[in-house]
T-cell receptor
Framework: NAGVTQTPKFQVLKTGQSMTLQCAQDMNHEYMSWYRQDPGMGLRLIHYSVGAGITDQGEVPNGYNVSRSTTEDFPLRLLSAAPSQTSVYFC?????????????FGDGTRLSIL | GQQVMQIPQYQHVQEGEDFTTYCNSSTTLSNIQWYKQRPGGHPVFLIQLVKSGEVKKQKRLTFQFGEAKKNSSLHITATQTTDVGTYFCAALSGGSYIPTFGRGTSLIVHP
């Protein structure tokens, strides 16, 4: 099993550009989530999904969209990139919502907005 | 939303010294998880605590859950350079199914 796979690993964008960060898991997990990690701020939840076709906002959703058309994939879209979105983005999955099972994280996408 | 406060933010230790990080909440927690993130890496699950007063050990790491289920700690005995990284707690208070992560404690071990 590959676990949680994120692509790309690194990306540089110009302000105003759009892009999609990909996240795929092969563990048949129902719960998937996106976090951003900034120095001193820990992991902040952007969006999450409790199953295919269901998504919801987390703590810092502005400027980001998500969709969950399949159990495996949970892409994160930046609509119009801003320098404030420079961050490391982590996708995570878990068999179910809640905290009864470990969260499995991808390797992250390091995103710079110029 | 629920706040999980983690202290300290940074801790410098000499190799061989002990290290402790604390996670505190103003509300009762259903359970708590601990994760470790190596520099440049991603968070990796370490352990989960569920019961009031629970203590679990993993080699030199000791995890505790408070009697009131409002705080937790991770203690490392005799730190090694391999312990370097950021330690996060993640908590879920009753009624919410969305985990909240603490801001993490970064451990720096000087050889």
């Amino acid at each position: 099993n590959a676990g949680v796979t994120q692509t790309p690993k690194f990306q540089v964008l110009k302000t105003g550009q759009s892009m999609t960060l990909q996240c795929a898991q092969d563990m048949n997990h129902e719960y998937m989530s996106w976090y951003r990690q900034d120095p001193g701020m820990g992991l902040r939840l952007i969006h999450y999904s409790v199953g295919a076709g269901i998504t919801d906002q987390g703590e810092v959703p502005n400027g980001y969209n998500v969709s969950r058309s399949t159990t495996e994939d949970f892409p994160l879209r930046l609509l119009s990139a801003a320098p404030s979105q420079t961050s490391v983005y982590f996708c995570a999955s878990s068999p179910e919502r809640g905290l009864n099972q470990p969260q499995h994280f991808g390797d992250g996408t390091r995103l710079s907005i110029l | 939303g629920q706040q999980v406060m983690q202290i300290p933010q940074y801790q410098h230790v000499q190799e061989g010294e002990d290290f402790t990080t604390y996670c505190n909440s103003s509300t009762t927690l259903s359970n708590i998880q601990w994760y470790k993130q190596r520099p440049g890496g991603h968070p990796v699950f370490l352990i989960q605590l569920v019961k009031s007063g629970e203590v679990k050990k993993q080699k030199r790491l000791t995890f505790q859950f408070g009697e009131a289920k409002k705080n937790s700690s991770l203690h490392i005995t005799a730190t090694q350079t391999t312990d370097v990284g950021t330690y996060f707690c993640a908590a879920l208070s009753g009624g919410s199914y969305i985990p909240t992560f603490g801001r993490g404690t970064s451990l720096i071990v000087h050889p």
